[in-house]
């Protein structure tokens, strides 16, 4: 079993910048997919930032890309999404996400990931 526990959200202005972490009770080399999801009010759960431990490699989506970076620390159970230029639209409620193996095709898939964080807010005021 693997705790997630997301903190870093808060309120900022658009243009503006945020730094999420997620802290997993223990690194597992079974789950070595970790990705941020949000969801706004009233919309689906979006994948936004993929990373595969250990790899380095990092997949965003296109609402992101060139303005977050997902990284992980020497931690290895540890797991950051920088967030610059935020945007008002990139409001929500935050999640990390930690799966097995997930394939390309899913990767911002949530059923694809099997431990989940309860969230941490974001929002950007215009």
């Known amino acids: 079993q693997v705790r997630l526990v997301e903190s870093g959200g808060g309120s900022v202005q658009a243009g503006g910048s945020l730094r999420l972490s997620c802290a997993a009770s223990t690194y597992s080399a079974n789950s070595p997919y970790m990705a941020w999801f949000r969801q706004a009010p009233g919309k689906e759960r979006e994948g936004v930032a993929v990373?595969?431990?250990?790899?380095?490699?990092?997949i965003y989506s296109d609402s992101v890309r060139g303005r977050f970076t997902i990284s992980q620390p020497d931690a290895k159970n540890m797991v950051h999404l920088q967030m610059n230029s935020l945007k008002p639209e990139d409001s929500a409620m935050y999640y990390c996400a930690a799966g097995t193996i997930v394939p390309l095709s899913k990767l911002f898939s949530p059923s694809a990931y099997r431990y989940w964080g309860q969230g941490t807010q974001v929002t950007v005021s215009s």
């Open positions: 990373i595969v431990t250990g790899t380095g490699r990092d």
